[in-house]
């Protein structure tokens, strides 16, 4: 088992910066990777940004050059660095681990992760 706590949002004004935590506790030497995702209302989930455990990061388009995904192995906690904040950024945002390849090497599915943290909520104001 792993368990996933988010914690970092809030709410921000346009143009402003937040910075959010997950912080993974149990098995975390099983986690393959981690995916911070988000869902804004009336929306699908999206995967926003990934890091494998090898290190190797990927952004969805609308974020990239924005936001930065980070790990502290120390820590067990991923970070997602959010810079030039936008109201179509606000969304609950979720961080998720996956164990394995699932035969999707994007890892933007669901299915590509078999932990969910709580969620925390992103507002960014106009």
């Known amino acids: 088992q792993v368990q996933l706590v988010e914690s970092g949002g809030g709410l921000v004004q346009a143009g402003g910066s937040l910075r959010l935590s997950c912080a993974a506790s149990g098995n975390t030497f099983r986690i393959s990777h981690i995916g911070w995702h988000r869902q804004a209302p009336g929306k699908e989930r999206e995967l926003v940004a990934l890091?494998?455990?090898?290190?190797?990061?990927n952004y969805a388009d609308s974020v990239k050059g924005r936001f930065t995904i980070s790990r502290d192995n120390a820590k067990n906690t991923v970070y997602l660095q959010m810079n030039s904040l936008k109201p179509e950024d606000t969304a609950v945002y979720y961080c998720?681990?996956?164990?394995?390849?699932?035969?999707?090497?994007?890892?933007?599915?669901?299915?590509?992760?078999?932990?969910w943290g709580q969620g925390t909520q992103v507002t960014v104001s106009s």
């Open positions: 890091i494998s455990s090898g290190g190797t990061t």
């Open positions: 998720a681990a996956g164990l394995g390849y699932y035969g999707n090497s994007y890892y933007d599915r669901e299915e590509d992760y078999d932990y």
